[in-house]
């Protein structure tokens, strides 16, 4: 009997679709191919869509070196209000105004994030503290703090506006909260924003545009067993 090739190894591009967690992915392909050893390398969030890169086999020894490399992403903030999670998830509150800031305030606010900054991740996220996500503390009420942390982003830039929308490209390091980014951005030009929409479309030199969907990859794996 030939080897798996999935056992041997095998680095798979997803172009994750909307509400489906980056283990949902992992799930679907680890009950087609059969094998337990399926990792991802970064995770999406559900409300996010893009490229996830899939390690399956003695592949998934090279998740953290795919997980190093640069990424790219598109996406919209919403000016004027801010969320619990800073994106959809929760409902906007705190509304404001926007009727006075301008587009040269709008790009002017992306400097400061320009480069090797500090930033707080989102507290709903599942970062560990004392051992458990702080989303689970978050969901409770519980209160605490989260340190900030140290990463790169090598461009930030509006490609468009629809007030109160505006749209961005980020390229950028491992560890970079992109929700994070457009709270933080919100509390810059002083109205608040919110994360709207979210798409990776590159990591590494790995691109979204060559990623099959998740219809397209389960397809090519039961042609595989035919």
């Not at 970064?42 to 003695?58: E, H, R, Y």
């Not at 090279?62 to 998830?89: H, V």
Request: contains cysteine.
């Amino acid at each position: 009997m030939p080897p798996n090739k999935y056992e041997e190894g095998q680095m798979l591009l997803i172009d994750k679709p909307l509400n489906w967690t980056s283990f949902d992915v992992v799930r679907k392909i680890r009950g087609q191919i059969k094998i337990k050893k399926v990792g991802h390398a970064g995770t999406l969030d559900p409300l996010a869509s893009g490229l996830l890169i899939v390690c399956t086999g003695k592949f998934t020894k090279k998740i953290n070196q795919y997980m190093g490399m640069e990424k790219e992403y598109t996406g919209s903030f919403t000016l004027g209000a801010t969320t619990p999670t800073y994106d959809l998830e929760s409902q906007p509150t705190e509304h404001r105004n926007i009727l006075a800031i301008t587009e040269h305030d709008i790009h002017q606010a992306t400097l400061p994030f320009t480069g090797t900054i500090q930033q707080v991740p989102p507290i709903y996220s599942a970062i560990k503290k004392d051992g458990k996500p702080v989303y689970l503390m978050a969901r409770k009420g519980i209160e605490f703090t989260l340190e900030p942390r140290t990463i790169t982003i090598n461009n930030f830039t509006i490609t468009h506006m629809e007030l109160p929308v505006v749209y961005f490209k980020v390229v950028c390091t491992t560890g970079t909260y992109i929700r994070s980014l457009a709270h933080d951005y919100g509390k810059q030009l002083g109205c608040g924003a919110y994360l709207s929409a979210l798409r990776r479309t590159r990591i590494g030199n790995y691109l979204a545009s060559n990623a099959l969907t998740m219809e397209q990859m389960v397809q090519q794996m039961q042609s595989e067993k035919a």
